[in-house]
Structure formats: structure tokens, C-alpha cells
């Protein structure tokens, strides 16, 4: 897949709005201020494709980015405090269109800040994913802000949590310094292989 081959589509705000689902979708789904704007930044080698919101909760929008011949598409960060409820309601709607809606979702990259325990909106989330089986890896971001003598225990500490839920991989990534973007890179392009059928 040619990461360099990317643009951004356009931001929906309504669950009508969505376009249709012609190639296979990549999902990202994070916290607020998480990292996930960064992360798609770096996985496609471009400082600018994904905007980095200066404002955590500001973006209540799906965003769509071709990428090659996949879309990714970003979900908007949840577990925002200063939210109103009706905003709230809306992302909720927004989502659960997204997901209800037959598209051809291959994998969702599910962030989580590796520094922190998952929150209780993390929680909820990898509950929501386990009861639709979203199939799903994790992206432990901010990764360049441990220790190298913490990173394979903590590591090991979300494979642990995660695991429940069903989540096919945990990754360890960098935004800053590139780690772990050629094994998330790898684990992308393995759920766009079609399983050859018996």
C-alpha cells in the first residue's frame, strides 16, 4: 500500500452525509487529545494530512482520508468533559450510524495512551467494539515518553486488557520518533487481504 498516495476526503457531521462505502475502511478510534491526527500523520509520512485539533472535543466529526486504494477513516475523539450532552448524543448517533451502516470496515485501530491506564470511556469502548465484533488492534501511543526498560511490560500490561475484548494486536507507537509504525503498517495491510474462502 503506498502511504504517500494520501489526501484528505471531507468531515461529516450527520450520519446521512457519509459516502458510500467503495473500498475497504480503516478505523480510528481514540480519546480526545490521544494522538490519533499525529498517528495518521505518520503513518502516511505527511505532517499536515490529519489537522491536530488545538482544542481536545472540538472535532465532532467522521473525517475521511484516501489512502492508496483504502479509505481511513478518523472518528472523533470521546471522553471530552466540557462536551454538552446533545453534542455527546450526536457523536453517539454519528458512530453507531457509522457502524450500523453495511461499509466495509477491515480493522479498527483502537488508541490508548500508553503512559495511563485505559479511562472509563476506554473501557466502554473496547466493550462497544467486543459486542459488535469490530475486529480491532491497539496502538499504544505517546510510546517515546516511557522508559525503554517499562515499554515491554507495558506492553504486556495492555495485551492483558485487551485481550478480553478480543483485540487481534497491541503495537507500541510513536508519533514522534516512528516506532512501531512498520508493525502497525503491517497489521493495516493484513486485514485488506481478502481470506481465500474453502
Excluded at 73 to 99: C, H, M, Q, T
Excluded at 107 to 121: I, K, N, T
Amino acid at each position: 500500500m503506498n502511504y504517500n498516495n494520501s489526501e484528505f476526503l471531507a468531515s461529516y457531521g450527520l450520519s446521512r452525509q457519509l459516502p458510500d462505502s467503495d473500498r475497504p475502511e480503516i478505523v480510528f478510534s481514540g480519546r480526545s487529545n490521544v494522538g490519533k491526527s499525529s498517528l495518521i500523520n505518520k503513518l502516511c509520512n505527511r505532517k499536515k494530512l490529519a489537522r491536530v485539533s488545538a482544542t481536545p472535543g472540538k472535532t465532532a466529526t467522521i473525517n475521511f482520508y484516501r489512502v492508496d486504494t483504502a479509505y481511513f477513516v478518523d472518528l472523533p475523539g470521546y471522553g471530552y468533559a466540557k462536551v454538552s450532552n446533545a453534542e455527546r448524543e450526536r457523536w453517539d448517533d454519528l458512530i453507531n450510524s457509522y457502524f450500523e451502516a453495511d461499509r466495509a470496515v477491515c480493522l479498527l485501530v483502537q488508541l490508548l495512551d500508553s503512559r495511563h491506564a485505559p479511562s472509563a470511556d476506554d473501557v466502554q469502548m473496547l466493550e462497544y467494539l467486543h459486542y459488535h465484533r469490530i475486529p480491532f488492534v491497539a496502538a499504544l501511543t505517546k510510546g517515546d515518553k516511557l522508559k525503554k526498560s517499562e515499554m515491554a511490560a507495558r506492553k504486556e500490561e495492555f495485551e492483558k486488557i485487551c485481550a478480553p475484548y478480543g483485540c487481534q494486536g497491541v503495537v507500541l507507537t510513536s508519533a514522534e520518533n516512528g516506532l512501531g509504525m512498520d508493525e502497525l503498517r503491517t497489521l493495516l495491510e493484513g486485514s485488506m487481504t481478502p481470506e481465500t474462502e474453502d
